[in-house]
């Protein structure tokens, strides 16, 4: 391999790190194997040693890379994310309407609205809560977004589908627990351990 090849690839190592670093579920580990079966090993090896749901632990290589689930394996639990999407949308919402309540309500007490004046009393405070819980519900939607996703996906197919290797990904329940599965992981002698 010449120079700019070597470069190129140690550009490419250190993006897929700062994109795993950014993952918003810190207690994520990623395993590479140069096979798939010590992959499937070490996978077993951290359910059996670590007590972790085998749903939060996927080996990824060429047999699952074509599963229509693959990015399940990204998630911490596919089944939570619609329900903290759910959760968060409610959360941001009602702040936002609250705040805008809040904000129209300061505005019109403190006369920063003049000329503002409306046949029904109620519908000042109507106006605040609605753009208040738009401006909450856009929040959380700006929150909820992955963008680096699909880079890790793409790195992830680009190494199972032209090196081979295998990965584990664990979704540790806290920082104790990945701890722990980093250790267990070490043993098996991954390729490396990311992030």
Do not use: Y
């Not at 993952?23 to 059996?48: G, M, S, Y």
């Not at 089944?79 to 300061?106: E, K, N, P, R």
């Not at 106006?127 to 700006?142: N, Q, R, S, W, Y």
């Not at 627990?177 to 002698?189: K, N, Y």
């Amino acid at each position: 391999m010449n120079a700019a090849g070597t470069g190129q690839r140690a550009q490419g190592e250190s993006a897929r790190g700062a994109a795993l670093a950014r993952e918003p579920h810190d207690c994520t580990l990623w395993a590479e194997f140069e096979r798939a079966d010590a992959a499937a090993a070490a996978a077993q090896l951290v359910r059996e040693r670590c007590h972790i749901d085998p749903a939060h632990v996927r080996v990824v290589n060429a047999d699952t890379l074509d599963d229509p689930q693959f990015s399940d394996a990204l998630e911490p639990a596919p089944g939570d994310v619609g329900a903290s999407l759910g959760w968060t949308h409610a959360l941001f919402g009602i702040a936002g309407a609250l705040l805008g309540c809040a904000l129209i309500g300061l505005a019109s007490m403190r006369g920063w609205l003049p000329g503002i004046e409306l046949g029904q009393p109620w519908l000042l405070p109507l106006i605040g809560v609605f753009f208040g819980a738009m401006a909450g519900l856009l929040v959380a939607g700006a929150v909820s977004l992955k963008p680096h996703r699909g880079a890790v996906a793409a790195w992830l197919t680009d190494a199972v589908r032209r090196h081979g290797h295998a990965f584990v990904v664990v979704h540790a329940d806290d920082r104790d627990t990945r701890d722990s599965v980093r250790e267990t992981l070490g043993g098996a002698r991954p390729a490396r351990i990311l992030p």
